[in-house]
């Protein structure tokens, strides 16, 4: 949420019109669509809070503002129950802060809903003798199943895809890599408190073959002939892994374009962001 | 989180072991990785919740159990600072409940992180006349700068891409459609509190003509020949939308292959879900 640099009341301001009113309201900046955030940090009685909260919501409104949003760390929980009471309710939180929302307006709300996603990268390390960087898990579904599978491992939030996909391969087999392609995507739902997932299933070239495994995570970690990882009849048997395979050997046989990474700004989002097209398809035609 | 169907003592009940202990704590359900889960639903008085907190936390490491998980719907928020000051720290928050969670063992905590990305669609629908469907916001980024851009919208948690971007584009234009391709993703970041933007360019083929447009989101709507589209100077100056223009115009020619997505069963979800991948090139090779 990007926050205007129009000024707004202190806490402990006292909003005199006129000379007839007098009162103290939360301190609090205007958002880009039209409502406040407040961004409390202070200690505070929750009878204190109560009372500059319900002046805070007359102000508001007054001044036509629709959203309200409170962040309050997670040092000032004492605060929560009272802000609930005076009807906000819960938008997101972090492990060290839970941020409240309340709309003003009768008319229809337009907060918008939370992060819904969780993303994750699979990468297929594949070197010149055809062998496939393989690693069994300590934990996890695929514990104790028997199963060689590829590094797979969380994208963060801020991380780039195909930056995930060479840390995790780095983390668990210590070795190096750059990227080539995501080949394939997966949409997976209700995976994680009602949450989806998206997984990106990349290609990636080793610059190295010494194996260093990391212990926490993994129990094993070897170089596994193409045809023998594509054998194991785990990978038979379950749709998406077959289809990781035909993508494989069809990557092997040079005959499948994926998506690849080109930095691009934005006019929204200061920083450099990535856009993941077919880069082979579109140099044709430029 | 997957809940096994192991069993687990009820809220109220005693746990009387060799006749010499007797200990209330809470219900709970055993996750998949060696956690508990309590869901909690009856109102209680927090010094109440308290004490059981304590008891069940203390009878929890004796099990040996590592993550403790407690669902908090916002009606029981009095209990929120109770968990707090006994050492649980939130995980995630959705408008009705607080999710808030516990290590309880020495070494490194594996909690997965809450979801990390919001998920979002962009529509370009192109008619046999060379025209793409395109709007006017009322409110949002492109409010008021004059753009015709094309309808776009988020992608809920449990909806599928292609289904987004179908509703998305009836939603804002009444028009219906069948969806083609991914052409593209961008992937941006610190968007919205710190978390990260999946942004998914669809290719839709249009099977309707007439627009009805929404009222609430849309100030105009048109069909609008492409030259003219591709030509406004918005699309011409930032770089995501140049490639945008160039991905339609090799979509055009048919020179461009993007992701399509085909349905899978999971190893570990239930549900159906979607692979999205470069059939064309996929299909060449079986």
Redesign the interface.
């Known amino acids: ?1 990007s926050v205007s640099a129009s000024p707004a009341p202190l806490l402990g301001d006292r909003l005199c019109e006129n000379g007839f009113e007098c009162v103290k309201i939360l301190r609090a900046t205007n958002d880009a ?1 039209g409502g406040v955030i407040v961004d409390l940090k202070e200690a505070m009685d929750s009878e204190v809070f109560a009372t500059l909260l319900r002046s805070s919501l007359l102000h508001w409104k007054k001044q036509g503002k629709d959203g309200v949003w409170i962040k309050l760390p ?1 040092e000032l ?2 605060l ?2 009272t802000a ?2 005076e009807g906000f ?11 409240l929302v309340y709309w003003i307006p009768k008319t ?1 709300c ?1 907060i ?8 994750g990268v699979g990468a297929i390390v594949l070197n010149d003798k055809k062998e496939v960087l393989v690693v069994q898990e300590k ?1 996890g ?1 695929f514990h104790g199943i028997g199963v060689w599978k590829i590094p797979t491992g ?8 195909f930056e995930a996909a060479i840390r995790e391969v780095k983390e668990e087999t210590g070795i190096d890599t750059e990227f080539v392609e995501v ?14 997932d ?1 997984s990106f299933v990349c290609m990636l070239r080793p610059l190295s073959s010494d194996i260093k495994k990391q212990d ?1 995570e993994i129990e094993a970690a070897q170089w596994m002939p193409f045809e023998e990882f594509a054998d194991q009849p ?1 990978n038979q048997m ?4 077959k ?1 990781m395979i ?2 494989c ?2 990557k092997m ?1 040079n ?5 690849s ?2 930095p ?6 200061e ?1 450099l ?6 880069s082979h ?2 140099d ?3």
């Open positions: 949420m669509h997670i929980v004492n929560v129950e609930v009471k309710w819960y938008h997101h939180a972090e492990p060290n802060y839970l941020m229809g337009t918008p809903p939370n992060a819904s996603h969780c993303v934990r579904g969380v994208v963060d939030a801020g991380e780039e895809i080949l394939a995507f997966r949409h997976t739902h209700n995976s994680f408190f009602g949450k989806s998206l926490l785990f379950h749709e998406p892994f289809y035909e993508l050997l069809a046989e005959v499948y374009d994926g998506f990474p080109r691009v700004s934005s006019y929204f989002v920083e962001n990535c856009l993941y097209l077919n398809d579109l044709k035609t430029s």
